[in-house]
């Protein structure tokens, strides 16, 4: 008899990132393991600067500053849930 698969949790947090030019970069994903701790969602800012830098070196176009970050509502929270599980 096979055996069932289960489910792995999302393991994910999505915020909405505003920067200094006023841009938004929607539904930025932040491991659950990194937001750990008393601090909040502090570790995410860092993180997702972390992950622009990485990005600026590979393309050579610098992001600007990170003006606010915010979690991202339920709704878009489970709309992009669903769109990953229909891609795979």
């Known amino acids: 008899m096979a ?9 994910v947090v999505l915020f909405d990132v505003v920067y ?13 393991a ?8 502090a570790p995410a800012k ?6 622009d830098r990485e990005v600026a070196e590979k393309s050579g ?3 600007g500053a990170i003006k606010s970050i915010m979690r991202s509502s339920k709704r878009a929270a ?3 849930k669903a769109k ?3 891609r795979g």
Not at 20 to 32: A, C, F, H, M, Y
């Open 20 to 32: 200094e030019d006023g841009t938004l970069s929607s539904n930025r994903k932040v491991p659950i």
């Open 84 to 86: 990953s599980r229909a």
């Open 46 to 51: 860092a993180f997702i600067e972390a992950q």
């Open 3 to 11: 055996k069932k698969n289960k489910a792995a949790p999302d393991g």
């Open 78 to 80: 489970d709309a992009a």
């Open 34 to 41: 990194e937001l750990g701790g008393f601090d909040g969602d």
């Open 61 to 63: 176009r610098p992001r």
